[in-house]
């Protein structure tokens, strides 16, 4: 008796809950890995009138505020990194940024550095540094694509701010479309052949987990052939 009474009542809640999403626009945002670090069986649910257009967003930005941020205003790849293994908290403190107080640390850095190791049998693949001026320890990784993950672009960037956009979605669009900007026009172009051995030059953004390899998202990106 009690398993038919708990049949009725789950049925019709589905249905509604399917008319309520179709109806009113909503969408399921999943937390994870790939957004932020959490509960990965938590789910959010946000309700948009799909007035904000995040594609049109970043295309607006990207030419006149994303690159020159990065190519005028970031700090010397090395130059941070033995920053920070000198003193965690002292380091982040003077190179990084906070996109909220609960964020991680993130950075925007340039420098070069020769590939090591290169990672291209998976869709987000990547390529290992060794970085010029860095003697340390971390493993310096640089996303090639073409999936790119983090939100270490937008979080980087002092002009975009969570208080802006009118939800948790529109924010992470934003994210998203940044990462999608940097796959079409950044790393698209760089020559896969023969990775190893090639010189880098890159301006990019990390977001510092102490644990973790230092995984950088590039915003500009150039070879500059086989070194030596």
Not at 150 to 168: E, H, P, W
Request: aromatic residues 8%.
């Amino acid at each position: 008796m009690a398993s038919g009474f708990h049949s009725r009542i789950l049925v019709p809640s589905i249905l509604l809950l399917t008319v309520l999403l179709t109806l009113s626009g909503c969408t399921i945002v999943r937390h994870d890995e790939e957004t932020e670090r959490g509960d990965e069986s938590e789910l959010t649910f946000y309700f948009q009138d799909g007035s904000f257009d995040a594609a049109a967003y970043v295309a607006d930005i990207w030419d006149d505020k994303v690159v020159p941020a990065f190519t005028d205003a970031s700090s010397p790849a090395a130059e941070v990194l033995n920053a920070l293994d000198a003193d965690l908290a002292a380091g982040s403190e003077s190179y990084g940024r906070k996109a909220e107080v609960e964020s991680p640390y993130s950075f925007r850095i340039s420098g070069s550095g020769v590939v090591i190791a290169a990672n291209t049998d998976s869709a987000a693949s990547t390529i290992e540094l060794s970085l010029d001026g860095y003697s340390g320890d971390r493993t310096v990784l640089l996303q090639i694509g073409p999936v790119i993950k983090k939100s270490a672009v937008r979080d980087s960037l002092g002009f975009i701010s969570f208080g802006d956009f009118t939800n948790q979605l529109e924010y992470a669009g934003v994210s998203k479309e940044l990462n999608f900007k940097v796959r079409d026009d950044v790393v698209s172009l760089l020559d896969r052949d023969d990775l190893e051995g090639k010189r880098i030059n890159f301006s990019g953004a990390f977001i510092l987990f102490p644990e973790e390899p230092i995984l950088i998202t590039p915003v500009v990106l150039e070879s500059g052939g086989s070194d030596g």
